[in-house]
């Protein structure tokens, strides 16, 4: 099966600065890699995702990045704000099975 | 149009009692997951459903735990006899088909706690 590794489990950023958080998988056939916020006792929410014919895709201040044949995965977050605090999880489908990170604390300070 | 709806909301009970946890996908949606977060850890995929058929349980429990998706009504996970391992929050997700690039969208989740 699938294996997502997610790393760093936890980051500190000063408000402004930029968060980057990496992911690889093992499943080859994995083609759809989407990103989960998730906030403390809510549900996790789709932020972007990428799909396996693309390298790179942006929406204002995040942006992923996938290399397939590294099979890694990347989310960036330019100029963070405090409401971006929160637990982020990168996952990887293949057919339908979601496979998730262990999470990464984002935790920006003022 | 109503998300994905979960109750309920939080569930406590006694080693030894039975958990039923309910989940109405979106409007339009016949696929239905459910997925197992415990404290701290990621989510883990349970078990995927369409109407009437369970296609993958390949991440439940053998013993205790079964899922289903009737032709009418919500979608059920059932915990038999709960122990303390099992307390941890349940999410279910829907999709308007088979999730290869499309959105899986979550329910706000069932928290179990088992004391």
């Known amino acids: 099966g699938e294996n997502v590794e997610q790393h760093p489990s936890t980051l500190s950023v000063q408000e402004g600065d930029s968060a980057v958080i990496k992911c690889t998988y093992s499943?080859?056939?994995?083609?759809?890699f989407p990103w989960y916020k998730q906030e403390l006792g809510k549900r996790p929410q789709l932020i972007i995702d990428?799909?396996?014919?693309?390298g790179e895709k942006k929406d204002q201040r995040i942006a992923v990045t996938l290399n397939k044949t590294a099979k890694h995965f990347s989310l960036h977050i330019t100029e963070t704000q405090p409401e971006d605090s929160a637990v982020y999880f990168c996952?990887?489908?293949?057919?339908?099975?979601?496979?998730f990170g262990a999470g990464t604390t984002v935790t920006v300070r003022a | 149009n109503a998300g994905v709806m979960q109750n309920p909301r939080h569930l406590v009970r006694r080693r030894g009692q039975e958990a039923r946890l309910r989940c109405s996908p979106m409007?339009?949606?016949?696929?239905v997951y459910w997925y197992r977060q415990l404290p701290e850890e990621g989510l883990k995929f349970m078990v995927y459903?369409?109407?009437?058929?369970?296609?993958?349980e390949s991440g439940m429990p053998k013993e205790r735990f079964s899922a289903e998706f009737p032709k009418e009504g919500p979608s059920i996970l059932r915990i038999q006899q709960v122990v303390r391992g099992d307390s941890a929050a349940y999410f279910c997700?829907?999709?308007?088909?088979?999730?290869?690039?499309?959105?899986?969208?979550f329910g706000p989740g069932t928290r179990l706690t088992v004391l």
């Open positions: 996952a990887a489908i293949n057919d339908y099975k979601l496979s």
């Open positions: 990428i799909r396996s014919n693309v």
């Open positions: 409007k339009g949606h016949s696929h």
């Open positions: 997700a829907s999709s308007p088909g088979q999730s290869s690039y499309n959105e899986q969208f």
């Open positions: 459903l369409q109407k009437e058929n369970i296609i993958d």
């Open positions: 499943d080859s056939a994995s083609n759809y």
